[in-house]
């Protein structure tokens, strides 16, 4: 794979490896190999490592892709597989698969672990237990145990248990996955609640990350082979950058942070945003408040509901108790369900395409359902229906939205906002007094870790995505080892329903992890030279306009 780096551990590179696998089907390092009286595996010839590479491509063959276990060896797999490793083995250690007397310096055990501080020895062994490609433990950590760290702890725990792993989830928040909390016997998966992490250290000579977390007990340490972003991009909510905003008296909510406990019924609300959030808290909140006031910025797209055709009435709406035990009774139907959904939505992708006749299409489909809606206050047509393209901006669709917009409680203010006050919100039109401000101004969506992360050669990702984030696969990020991301730069935000496309990411990682376990690789990592500016090009050049 173009721009792929694999680093080996540092007792085995370059051919570590490939000694050992000799060994494991010889029982046996002899003199005709002519190894130096060193501990270094290096000192094996070239052409050597070239044509007994081919044996460790013959044997993943075998014990990987046919699914079998042998031990390399006994005597009946080296019988077995004699006409296949005689052509070699004549060139390296004579005709006969025979222990032959031979002194050396290099000693080579489970893994591949060299014996650069052991004693020279002649008495090869293998440990049966222990032979090519057995895993060696890794530690995995998982920050943030929402959607996606959920999905990768479900496929460790049911679909792909691995053995081999000590997994860790952390969380800042209070609660939550269920089974997790309760198992926290040795060996499980464990998952650890109100951790919010602020440092992680690329250590190169360990080939691990240095974890610090902050909880109530204090700061803890942690180490991790690999290091697993969980946490999203929409974990950082953003507070409108406002004068006084701290000095309102009244009640302060920003969306992500609902307060449940409060009740806005018979008060004066102001929404501040138009965005996903916002249009669908205008109508919750409009019909229990004395008056509300959404201050807007900039017009956005309402749209039909996307599958409204598969829903009850053409709008969101909750699954009874019963339709929930029905699906859980016939999977088939769940699953049948799900992909209709799935086809739905990915058949309009190339909406997003700008110049597309599927944009011109939807333009024309939200313009006029648009207009439509508002035609009892046309005034407010040239004031909430955008001019520029479908995709520029989320498109949502806001059930109730411009129908609570024009209720006689509620209205629109288009007027910049100077300041927050300490009974209201002030702007060129003067000052209004509300009991409620609601924030739905968004979240920060730089891809940035929401704590100090620092890869190889001290490189950061806040500096380096600062202006540009570039990822590949919108998994792995270049320069940074042993790291993964779930929706990164590039993720298929716009190819149907997010969870499954966590599942194809959570796969990859876990695909990795087992090739780092099982070949002893010390890290991997993407350089930025090769692959990134290839495949984000590719990128590029298939969203361009046709």
């Known amino acids: 794979m173009p721009g ?45 490592a070239s044509h007994i590479f081919e044996l460790l491509i013959f044997l993943r063959e075998v014990r990987i892709r046919n699914r079998v276990s042998f031990d390399p060896a006994s005597a009946a797999f080296q019988s077995q597989y004699r006409n296949v490793f005689n052509p070699f083995m004549d060139n390296f250690v004579g ?15 489970s893994n591949g672990f060299s014996g650069a501080t052991s004693t020279a020895t002649d008495d090869w062994t293998i440990d049966p237990e222990l032979f090519a490609f057995t895993p060696r433990r890794l530690r995995v950590v998982c920050i943030g145990a929402g959607f996606a760290g959920l999905t990768l702890a479900y496929k460790l725990k049911h679909e ?28 499980v998966g464990c998952l650890k609640t109100l951790m919010t992490p602020r440092e992680s250290i690329w250590d190169e000579e360990q080939g691990k990350w240095e974890l610090r977390l902050e909880s109530k007990e204090g700061v803890i340490q942690d180490k991790a082979d690999i290091l697993i972003n969980a946490g999203g991009i929409l974990h950082q909510w953003k507070w409108p950058e406002l004068e006084g905003l701290e000095s309102f008296k009244g009640k302060l909510i920003h969306s992500a942070r609902w307060d449940s406990a409060y009740d806005w019924t018979g008060k004066k609300v102001a929404v501040i945003g138009n965005g996903s959030s916002g249009i669908q808290i205008v109508p919750a909140v409009q019909p229990k408040a004395a008056k509300l006031v959404n201050y807007i910025r900039h017009a956005t797209w309402i749209a039909a509901n996307i599958c409204g055709h598969l829903t009850k009435d053409g709008s969101n709406f909750e699954f009874t108790e019963e339709e929930k035990q029905r699906f859980l009774e016939n999977p088939e139907e769940f699953s049948q369900y799900r992909k209709r959904i799935e086809s739905e939505v990915n058949s309009v992708f190339r909406m997003m395409i700008s110049g597309s006749k599927e944009n011109k299409f939807m333009f024309d489909l939200c313009d006029k359902l648009m207009r439509d809606r508002l035609a009892k206050n046309p005034e407010l047509i040239e004031k909430l229906i955008p001019n520029y393209e479908i995709g520029c901006r989320r498109i949502s669709p806001g059930d109730g939205y411009l129908e609570a917009l024009q209720a006689e409680n509620a209205k629109c203010c288009f007027s910049d906002i100077k300041r927050i006050t300490e009974k209201g919100i002030e702007t060129d039109e003067g000052e209004e007094e509300f009991d409620l401000i609601v924030c739905a101004t968004g979240f920060n969506t730089r891809f940035i870790p929401s ?70 690789i010390k890290y991997v990592l993407y350089e930025i030279s090769s692959s990134i500016p290839f495949y984000l090009e590719d990128v590029r050049t298939n969203l361009r306009p046709p």
């Open 160 to 187: 792909r248990p691995l053995d081999f792993v000590d997994f860790t989830i952390y969380e800042r928040n209070s609660e939550v996955g269920g089974t997790w909390l309760k198992n926290v016997y040795p060996g």
């Open 451 to 520: 704590w100090k992360l620092v890869g190889r050669d001290g490189r950061r990702l806040d500096i380096a995505w600062k202006d540009k984030p570039e990822a590949y696969l919108s998994v792995c990020a270049p320069g940074i080892p042993n790291y993964f991301m779930f929706a990164g730069p590039n993720f298929p935000v716009g190819h149907g329903s997010i969870p499954p496309a966590f599942g194809w990411s959570a796969d990859y990682m876990l695909d990795w992890t087992t090739k780092i376990a099982t070949e002893d």
């Open 95 to 109: 005709s006969q698969f025979e222990k032959q007397d031979a002194q050396s310096e290099l000693k080579m055990v």
């Open 4 to 48: 792929l780096l694999i680093t080996a551990s540092p007792l085995l590179d370059p051919v570590g490896p490939v000694l050992y696998l000799l060994l494991a089907v010889t029982g046996d390092l002899t003199s005709r190999l002519r190894a130096k009286r060193t501990s270094s595996p290096t000192d094996l010839p070239r052409t050597s």
